[in-house]
């Protein structure tokens, strides 16, 4: 009973989950400005917050402290880091280890 109400849960919490739109095959380029799509469901929250998480240091990026999820998308430049695989993260305002929706991971280059 315990595994189907697991189950359950995570069925339903799938159903109610932000969704961030992966960046182009070949990635994006330091300096770059680009824009991010997302995708809602009624549960989403109001607000997140947009990190640049890179695999190499496993370092975050706060891109955009607070970005209004209604709107679907936003548009910033890409920070000077490192080349390196990277993915976005949208994430609590308040708890930035509470991840909302994590893109695939990419490529940014110099």
Not at 45 to 63: D, K
Request: hydrophobic share 45%.
């Amino acid at each position: 009973m315990k595994l189907i109400l697991s189950s359950l849960f995570l069925v339903l919490s799938a159903a109610n989950a932000l969704i961030l739109d992966n960046p182009p095959a070949a990635g994006w380029a330091s300096g770059e400005t680009v824009t991010e799509h997302w995708q809602t469901r009624p549960a989403d929250p109001a607000h997140f917050t947009l990190t640049l998480e890179s695999y190499a240091s496993r370092g975050n990026h706060a891109l955009i402290a607070i970005v209004e999820t209604a709107p679907g998308s936003v548009t910033f430049t890409v920070p000077d880091v490192s080349a390196g695989d990277y993915v976005l993260n949208a994430v609590n305002m308040t708890d930035d280890n509470d991840i909302y929706a994590q893109t695939a991971p990419f490529a940014i280059s110099q």
